[in-house]
C-alpha cells in the first residue's frame, strides 16, 4: 500500500506542477499585458521562467527536505530532455530550421552557461555564493536579450492590448499556480525518493530521468505545438531559454535556499548535459535545419541514456 501511495504521489505531484505552472504564466503573462509590456518581453521574462517553474518548485522542495541530489538531478536531467528527447521529437515532426542569430549568439551562450555550471558543481557543491552568481547571469542574460531585440519589442508593442478582464482574476490565477507549486513539488519529493528508497537507485538518478522528464513535459509539449505548426523559432527557442533558465535561475535560487551537494556518481550526468549541448551547437553550425535523421538518432540517444542511467 505505502509503495501504490508513493507512486501516487510522484504522478499526482508531476501533475499538481504542471496545472500550477500553466496557471501561473497564464495569470502572470495576462497581467504583463495589463502592465503594457510586449509580447517579446513576456516570452523572454514571465513565460521562460514559469516554464522551468516546474523545475525550480522540484528542486527548492528536494533541498528544503534534505534529498540535495534530487535537486541538482532534475536540472541536469531536463536539460539533456530538452535537447535529445523535446527537440529530437519536434525535428521528428517537421524539419527544424534555426536562424542564423540563434545559432551565432544565442546557442554559443546556451553551450558557455552550460560548461560554467558544470564548472561550479565539479566540486560536488553549490554554495551560497554560487547562487548569487547564477542568479546574476540571469539578471544579465534578461537585461542582454530585451536590448538585443529592443527594435522587435517597439514593434510588438504596438499590438499590445489591455486584458479586458479584472485584474484580480489574474492575481489569483498567479496566487493559486504558486500554492499548487508549492503542493505539487512536496508530493513529488515524497513519492520519488520512495520509489528511489524501495527500487534501489539514488536520488540523483530519479531526478535525472523520471522527475526531469515529468518537469519537462510543458517544455515538450510546447515544442512540438510549434513543430506542428512549423514555427522553428519558437521550437528552438523554447529548448535554449529553458536550458538557460534551468540552470541560471533553478540552480541559482534553489542554492541561495539551500546549498547543494552531491554524490560524485551525478558528475558523469553532468558531463552527458555538457556533451549534448556541445552536440545541439555542433550540428546546428554545420546544418542550419535539424531534419528527422538528426531528431531519430536524438531520441536513440535519449534512450539510451536513460537505460544507462538506471543500468550504470
Known sequence: MSMLLEILALIGGLAVLIAGADMLVRGAAQLARVFGLSPFAIGVTVVAFGTSAPELFASIGAALQDVEELAIGNVVGSNIANILLILGAGAMIAPIGI??????????IMLAITAGAAALLNDGILTRADGVFLVV??????????RAHRVDIEHEG???????????LDV????IGVVALGFGARALVYGATGVATRVGVSEGVVGTTIVALGTSLPELAATVRAAIGK???????????????NLLSVLGITSIVHPLAMQAGLGVHIWIMLGVSLAMVFFALIKPAMGRLIGGAFLLLYAGYIAFAFVG
Open 172 to 175: 489569483l490565477m498567479v496566487i
Open 99 to 108: 536562424h542564423r542569430r540563434v545559432r551565432l549568439v544565442e546557442l554559443p
Open 231 to 245: 514555427s522553428s523559432d519558437i521550437a528552438v527557442g523554447n529548448v535554449v531559454g529553458s536550458n538557460i533558465f
Open 158 to 168: 504596438e499590438e499590445v492590448v489591455t486584458h479586458p478582464k479584472s485584474a484580480w
Open 137 to 146: 547571469g540571469l539578471i544579465a542574460y534578461v537585461i542582454f536579450i530585451v
